[in-house]
């Protein structure tokens, strides 16, 4: 026995609740895996969740680079 009620494990499956710690420290002992592998599990929903919520939006935003070779001339004077 895991010592994890069932619906822990129901939220889990249905994407209600997230694999914790403890919850993957079980579940990777009982399945014979490490409990990194449910934590990556998870980080993974995670991330998929957020790209598909972000959508386009997070093409738009601004990166280092982009950021950078704006105003990079105009920093690298100002530390001088």
């Known amino acids: 026995k895991l010592g994890v009620p069932t619906n822990r494990i129901t939220a889990i499956v249905n994407g209600q609740r997230a694999v914790t710690g403890d919850t993957a420290l079980r579940l990777g002992h009982f399945f014979g895996v490490s409990p990194e592998f449910w934590l990556n599990l998870q980080a993974n929903y995670e991330l998929r969740a957020a790209e598909a919520k972000l959508g386009k ?14 105003s990079g001339q105009a920093a690298t004077r100002d530390r001088r």
């Open 57 to 70: 939006r997070l093409k738009a935003m601004p990166t280092l680079s982009s950021v950078r070779g704006r």
